[in-house]
């Protein structure tokens, strides 16, 4: 992925989005805290109260991450999440290069599609995308991070949605404090040899 090897630039960075359902659960009976000699008890049991949608953006060179948790997963819903990105976190950046896979929600006609077409053409023309390949989402840096959020924060039942803004937040500050970051050691060359198959093959051959 070229996009990653481009030199740090505040005017242009280079953030990476994804998003993944949630299941909100609940326990249906009180766990037995933890006593000497014997671990927190959990009943197997647990109450649904329905799914939400957890949208991740980061900035690797910049060592930064913000998340948002949305009701839904809709165009609307990501379109509202880009506008945020832009006019709140990156205000005075001529341009953000835009990492994401290509879900059907993952487009600028969303933008059209909820805004009025001046401010959709006016966020569109600040965004530059790059979409990872089909059945290639693991090269987003942004799947990277939420795997971390999914082990380090979600390993447990979280039955609302309040609930789980206000820890995912805990989550983005305290990794955002320490600085924490991915090292992306997959170079172009490793593409090339990994995802043969996605590059075009010349019809020229030479004996």
Known sequence: MEVYHRPYDPSYPVVCM??????????????????PGLPRREDSEYVRHGTCSIFIFTEPLANWRHIEVSERRTKKDWA????????VYYPNANKIILVMDNLNTHSLSALYETFPPDIALGLAKRLEIHYTPKHGSWLNIAEIE????????????????????LETSAWESDRNARNKTVVWRFFTL???IKLKSLYPVSILSFS
């Open 18 to 35: 994804d998003e993944k359902p949630y299941q909100l659960l609940e326990d249906a009976r009180e766990s037995l805290p933890m006593k």
């Open 80 to 87: 509202h999440r880009i506008r945020e990105l832009l006019e």
């Open 146 to 165: 939420l795997s971390a959020l999914s082990l380090q924060c979600l390993d447990r039942r979280i039955g609302d949605i309040p609930t789980l803004a």
């Open 190 to 192: 490793d593409a090339r």
